[in-house]
């Protein structure tokens, strides 16, 4: 009787392999050349990265975001370098970008909603104390004068302004912006007789054409200096004014040398206040504690807005989750019906709406409901204002949702509908149930435990789509006498208006409200899990 040459069950090592195999190469296929090469360029970008990233923390003297960096690039380079922790290596990378594209944003997002970070409030004191002493700057008998030429970094459209100045007596030509002057090497810069600077290495020189489309942007720039500030007078010239309001550190406040009025630094405000209650505009920030949660609660200007739009919040994304939901499982059932035919051909129809862009379409239906020359009153022959009105714009934006959200949910419910056991259906109704009793009592039921997540994930969309209110009514209409809260606005429009209005930003503001939306939707989403858990127990 013969033998097989190879070793038998007794003669296998534990692992699988043969005996004498290192343990590592039993359980470890070998590194190819491409694989190496992809491990060590990638590490390498990774370290790059943390290299450009480490100078701003450094620059900032953020000492914890340092060791943070450092100790997540080492123990990058040990776990991938190394042939232990195999599912580390898996589960590392999603874990950072769930920290960096999730978690961090949260976190910073809660902690401006405790600060009073906004216009007027964005930087330090001493940012503050150089910008009011700065923008008080006036031209006196004497102010020095210079020759101008303004210059940007990149676009001359867009780019950040600056100031190439020439000292009339030193002829030495400087760089000004907001952080002050800079002297230029004469290498590097190409000046006329005049002194007016028509080339600087780094810096592009507007023409007068270019200039004075930034006219409003030239005045209000301010370059602080030793003796006062720079400012331009016209496009070809500047000069060195005084400031006439100046910090004291004895009395912690800005006194105004021409009024001798004096306002006094309050820590609690972040701004410096006057006896009878003004602040100047450039202030600093602070933190304030529960003062904007306790604005949107108490606040009549605020917490008004705030409960009616969250009660319209409510119905805009129940009701656009219903009804789309209804729609498209009556399709979807309409469809599945054995006695259709040309089924493939309605399907692909009705999809259209979910395969065209949102915002494009939006903006069309926007048009549809037009007053005047919309397709909507031509067709029907009527002469509703429907962008006018408060109920009517709410039903305008509730068709569109409808029109444009029916597709998925027609989608979704028809392929829970082909998982459902046809056995179950022909049960009840050799039962004697009528097909109206089947579907409610076995179609019906089957199908919310499957699409209930998905129900829950639209209505938390639906909770925050700002493109369905802001591309179609802007939030509006809006009442005479309150200008910031529309009568379709969601939540989350009004928290943009908030944040970037034109009567100024308040981003720690919008940040408490933020943080309201995000604890009543988290709420809702987990009651709603929890009975769907329950519901998937019954019918399980």
């Given at each position: ?8 069950p ?6 699988g ?10 359980h470890?296929a ?5 694989g ?8 390498g ?8 990233a ?7 003297r ?9 100790v997540?690039t ?24 769930l ?29 503050a ?8 700057v ?6 020095a ?14 780019g950040?302004l ?7 007596a030193?002829?030495?030509v400087?760089?000004?912006?907001a ?6 090497a004469?290498a ?7 002194g ?13 054409g270019?200039a004075?489309v ?45 009024t ?13 206040v ?28 605020i ?10 919040n ?9 009804l ?57 022959g009527?002469g509703?204002d ?64 499957a699409?209930?997540?998905?129900l829950?994930a ?20 809006f009442?005479p ?17 908030l ?37 998937e127990?019954?019918?399980?």
């Amino acid at each position: 009787m013969s033998t097989l040459s190879g070793p038998g069950p007794a003669q296998q090592a534990p692992g699988g392999g043969l005996p004498g195999t290192p343990r590592t190469a039993r359980h470890h296929a070998p590194i190819t050349a491409t694989g190496l090469v992809v491990k060590v360029v990638l590490l390498g970008l990774v370290a790059g990265i943390a290299i450009w990233a480490a100078f701003p923390l450094v620059a900032a003297r953020l000492w914890g975001g340092l060791a943070v960096l450092a100790v997540t690039t080492v123990g990058l380079g040990y776990l991938y370098l190394t042939r232990r922790h195999i599912p580390a290596k898996y589960l590392v990378p999603g874990t950072i970008f769930l920290l960096a594209f999730q978690v961090f944003p949260v976190l910073y997002t809660a902690s401006t909603a405790f600060t009073n970070y906004g216009d007027g409030h964005r930087g330090s004191k001493d940012d503050a104390i150089v910008a009011i002493e700065s923008s008080s700057v006036k031209q006196v008998p004497g102010s020095a004068e210079y020759a101008l030429a303004v210059a940007t970094r990149g676009d001359p459209a867009t780019g950040p302004l600056v100031f190439l100045v020439t000292d009339p007596a030193a002829g030495t030509v400087s760089a000004g912006d907001a952080d002050g002057l800079r002297p230029l090497a004469a290498a590097d810069v190409t000046v006329t007789p005049g002194g007016r600077v028509t080339a600087a290495r780094g810096y592009t020189v507007l023409t007068f054409g270019q200039a004075s489309v930034r006219s409003e942007e030239i005045t209000g720039l301010v370059v602080p200096t030793p003796g006062g500030a720079l400012r331009a007078t016209g496009l070809s010239r500047a000069y060195e004014g005084r400031a006439i309001r100046a910090y004291d550190r004895s009395c912690d406040c800005v006194t105004d040398s021409e009024t001798g009025r004096t306002w006094t630094a309050d820590p609690k405000a972040g701004a410096f206040v006057a006896a009878d209650g003004e602040r100047l505009a450039q202030g600093w920030q602070v933190g304030v504690g529960l003062k904007n949660f306790a604005r949107v609660l108490t606040d009549p200007d605020i917490s008004g807005p705030f409960f009616g739009t969250l009660l319209w919040n409510f119905a805009f994304a129940i009701g656009s989750t219903g009804l789309t939901f209804l729609l498209g499982m009556a399709i979807a059932l309409a469809l599945h019906s054995p006695r259709m035919r040309g089924t493939n051909l309605y399907r692909v129809l009705l999809i259209l709406p979910y395969a065209m862009p949102s915002f494009a379409m939006l903006l069309v239906w926007r048009d549809m409901f037009n007053t005047d020359f919309g397709l909507v009153n031509n067709l029907f022959g009527l002469g509703v204002d429907w962008f006018g009105e408060a109920w009517s714009a709410r039903l305008a934006v509730l068709l569109v949702q409808l029109w444009l959200g029916y597709p998925y949910m027609f989608l979704v419910a028809t392929g829970a509908l082909q998982a459902i056991p046809k056995e179950l259906t022909e049960a009840t109704s050799v039962d004697g149930a009528s097909p109206f009793q089947s579907f409610r009592a076995v179609t019906l039921p089957l199908l919310l435990v499957a699409l209930s997540p998905l129900l829950i994930a639209s209505f938390a969309f639906n909770f925050n789509n700002i493109n369905a209110i802001w591309l179609t009514t802007e939030g509006g209409p809006f009442a005479p006498d309150n200008p910031t809260n529309g009568a379709t606005d969601l939540l989350i429009t009004y928290t943009y208006r908030l944040a970037f209005g034109a009567q100024g930003a308040e981003f720690g503001l919008a940040a408490a409200v933020s943080i309201f939306i995000f604890a009543i939707v988290a709420t809702v989403s987990a009651v709603s899990f929890r009975r769907t858990r329950q519901q998937e127990e019954v019918y399980s």
